[in-house]
């Protein structure tokens, strides 16, 4: 199986920019579509923004305009930059393949006001 790391979550002010990365072992991420999630403590999974292997993006309504999904497939991996940042945009973010069998720890994002 494909192994995904998350990392460059943190705390931040609301208005705040973290920008997220997923590293990927092997060719898949050079493909294969990739995809955010996030989930905040009692609420459902969402998903936030996906990536085709040619590079086509699509995102939730929540964060059009604020964030950015990119890949470098090179590096076999895939960036969520977030801008703006708001409380609501807090959870535990996962980036994973389509579809989505490659579960990593996900890296914890927390946006104070």
């Known amino acids: 199986q494909v192994q995904l790391v998350e990392s460059g979550g943190g705390l931040v002010q609301a208005g705040g920019s973290l920008r997220l990365s997923c590293a990927a072992s092997?060719?898949?991420?050079?493909?294969?579509?990739m995809v955010w999630y996030r989930q905040a403590p009692g609420k459902e999974r969402e998903l936030v923004a996906y990536i085709t292997g040619s590079g086509s993006t699509n995102y939730a309504d929540s964060v059009k305009g604020r964030f950015t999904i990119s890949r470098d497939n090179a590096k076999n991996t895939v960036y969520l930059q977030m801008n703006s940042l708001k409380p609501e945009d807090t959870g535990l973010y996962y980036c994973n393949t389509v579809p989505p069998d490659n579960w990593g720890q996900g890296t914890q994002v927390t946006v104070s006001s």
């Open positions: 092997g060719s898949i991420l050079s493909t294969n579509a």
